[in-house]
């Protein structure tokens, strides 16, 4: 799997695919605005969870760094993990060190932040327990992915199908969250895309169907 995910992996678009140093510059000047990687939702949601610049966030799975760099601009300090070495090297160019082994990073952190990450890896639970290990008491865990719940396979079956695959062995529910006993408290939220204004208040993280096909998965570990 690592070999897999250090050079062979690929996906269409700003995960995998590396931009030219003209693209890179317009990326940062926009600050992603708009593209597929853009990091303002997340940006309102930490809002709402009261976690504010100054804040320490890891972006586990981090690529080249998008994300990472967003949480940098906005005020945040910031780490990277990422397994693919060459992408890791690529955040020089952001001004950034993606660390590729756990053991480089410098815990706790107030958040750790995944994007299109579990459903890749072999056992989810084991990496949860790695992110809850490295977040402080009263921290977060939120974790981006595919949504493998029975809602979203019954609204679309043919995308829920094509979502699970090769690329992506394991489609983490809703309920898997709620049961990994990691947590003292969670959310679970279900869109096809985030958008700021989802996150418009903390009520909004209570009230949210399951059916759409990604799945925004937040754990507060214990204080």
Known sequence: MERFYQYDYHQAGLTTDLPT???????????????????????????????????????????????????????????????????????????LTINTNLADLSP?????????????????????????????????????????????????????HRLWGFVHPVLLTAEFWRRTQLFSRVWTISKDDFTPADFAEFAALERSELNHSTLLLIGQVNP
């Open 108 to 160: 706790p952190f107030d958040v750790v932040f995944s994007s299109h990450v579990l459903e890749h890896v072999l056992n989810p639970r084991e990496v949860l327990r790695d992110m809850a290990r490295l977040t402080a008491p009263g921290g977060y865990v939120i974790a981006v992915t595919p949504n493998g719940s029975p809602e979203h396979q019954q609204r679309a079956a043919a995308l829920y």
């Open 21 to 95: 140093p003209a693209e890179l510059e317009q990326l940062m000047a926009t600050r992603f605005a708009g593209t597929q990687r853009d990091g303002a939702y997340l940006l309102a949601l930490l809002k709402i969870l009261n976690v504010l610049p100054g804040k320490r966030v890891l972006d586990y799975g981090a690529s080249w760094g998008y994300y990472t760099w967003q949480l940098l601009a906005a005020g945040y300090r910031t780490q990277g993990l990422e397994i693919s070495a060459p992408r890791a090297a690529f955040g020089k160019h952001l001004g």
